[in-house]
């Protein structure tokens, strides 16, 4: 049996994003589907155009890049192409953010509520970052 796994990714540090992308991709090479739902700080990295440098929380952040691991919007578009995982954007935050839906990378799906996202979650396995 397939576990479903839903990810809130609300923080926007290299750590808790590089964490929320592992979980990600293993959960999906795994056989698990996975759906990760965006939300506050971690938003603005999944902006066209944005960095994809996120500040880190301490020296493990700054060892993630400098020791060549794959940096985490790598692997969430490696969950997305392996074909088991959804990458939703809060609507409530892009509201905030003054995002429109042609301002978000390509692989991320439709804006979504939370409301809508727990609600979907029911059952699964529930893990933020």
């Keep these: 049996m397939t576990d479903r796994k839903y990810i809130i990714c609300s923080a926007g540090t290299h750590e808790k994003l590089q964490m929320a992308a592992m979980v ?33 929380e301490g020296d493990f952040g700054n060892l993630l890049t400098t020791k060549g691991v794959p940096p985490f919007k790598q692997l969430f578009q490696q969950a997305v192409e392996l074909g088991n995982a959804k990458l939703l954007p809060c609507s409530m935050a892009m509201d905030l953010l003054e995002i429109s839906e042609s301002e978000l990378d390509d692989e991320l799906g439709p804006p979504t509520g939370l409301t809508k996202f727990l609600s979907d979650a029911e059952g699964g396995t529930i893990i933020t970052f």
């Design 24 to 56: 990600a991709s293993v959960g999906v090479a795994s056989g698990d589907s996975v759906t990760v739902f965006f939300s506050m700080n971690a938003l603005e990295h999944f902006v066209k155009g944005h960095s994809n440098k996120a500040p880190a």
